[in-house]
């Protein structure tokens, strides 16, 4: 920066600077509250996924149609477990 400036071209740089700043802490502002909006929905989807998750289970293991289990139906794993193999 030039030592040689005038008060006024100080006065007017100090001033962008200033309004470049504002902009900056505005728009930072704004990424915060889509950050915490994003965040809030995400929480809403993951308790959503969970209750799915716990009434297909819960669904899985009820008879269907009034059939009765076959023995050993029950000690069968959930379908999203994942097999020894992997």
């Known amino acids: 920066m030039p030592h040689n400036l005038s008060?006024?071209?100080?006065?007017?740089?100090?001033e962008a600077l200033e309004t470049r700043l504002a902009?900056?802490?505005d728009w930072l502002d704004?990424?915060?509250q889509t950050v915490i909006d994003q965040q809030r929905r995400l929480d809403a989807l993951?308790?959503?996924?969970a209750l799915m998750r716990e009434r297909l289970r819960e669904r899985s293991h009820e008879p269907s149609?009034?059939?009765?289990?076959?023995?050993?139906?029950?000690?069968a794993?959930?379908?999203?477990?994942?097999?020894?193999?992997?």
């Open 77 to 86: 794993p959930p379908d999203d477990e994942r097999p020894p193999h992997y």
């Open 65 to 75: 149609h009034g059939q009765t289990p076959t023995p050993g139906e029950s000690d």
């Open 46 to 49: 993951e308790k959503i996924s």
């Open 7 to 14: 008060p006024a071209a100080l006065d007017a740089r100090l």
């Open 23 to 25: 902009y900056q802490e």
């Open 30 to 32: 704004t990424l915060d």
